[in-house]
């Protein structure tokens, strides 16, 4: 596997890769890597000839008080996981590379609509970061296709939407969550609870799941269902921030709607979590 830091090198590893006419598929991460971000590589490397994964800590998707500081940097453990899955090009820039203007750039992507619900609503700003730099990856490494996990449902729709409105000749794919044994979503931000909370964690999805239940079931009182959820997970000890019943395309769900998805971000203690279960009606 190759490392490069810079754009300029980046592009040149992958110069006669492209002339050769191979496929290249991208996997952009912010590092600490877990199992989720593995079958994601696994997953390119079955799709595309060449996989590149991106590792950047990108401080535009951060807002004021969240943990980028603490955020963890891990990248040789990082690239020794990702030499094992047989990727073939680490992307790991630094700050300076990415932002040579610093992270104020002048230029960022804004997707209106899709970004004003849900995390878009208690992290302003966040989704622009996401947008901003997942398109400056997009247009350095040109890939054909590019892996995300299906757990950043609403980060994954608004990647397809700017994709899709700027013309980026790349295929985005999503890929199913990968979860612990007990229902956890795997998550670099699962390493920040203690072990009292990463006890109680898999109650996220334990809450989505009755709930799916309850829909399949026959109720559809959307509004009445989230709310018991809300109150069952504030008694389990999360502090919720919003769990909502959509379509899946992210508009509200109504009584004749057959493609749901149940989306929450609750935090316990200082880790914020997010999780959603997408499922069809018959």
Known sequence: MKTETTISGVRAALRAARKAGKSIAMVPTMGNLHAGHITLVKTAKRRADIVVTSIFVNPTQFGINEDFDKYPRTLSADSALLAEASCDILFAPDMREMYPDGRQQNTSVNVSGITDMLCGTSRPGH???????????FNI???????????????????????????????????????AEDGLALSSRNGFLSSEERKLAPQLFKTLSSLRTAIEGGQRDYAMLAAAANTHLAKCGFVPEYLEVRRQDLELAGHGDKALVILVAARLGSTRLIDNLAF???
């Open 127 to 137: 989704f622009s970061g996401v947008a901003t730099v997942v398109s400056k990856l």
């Open 141 to 179: 490494v040109q890939p054909d296709m590019a892996l995300f996990g299906e757990k950043d449902y609403q980060q994954l729709a608004v990647i397809r939407r700017f994709s899709r409105d700027l013309c980026f000749p790349v295929e985005v794919i999503g890929v199913a969550t990968v979860r």
């Open 280 to 282: 069809e009606l018959p």
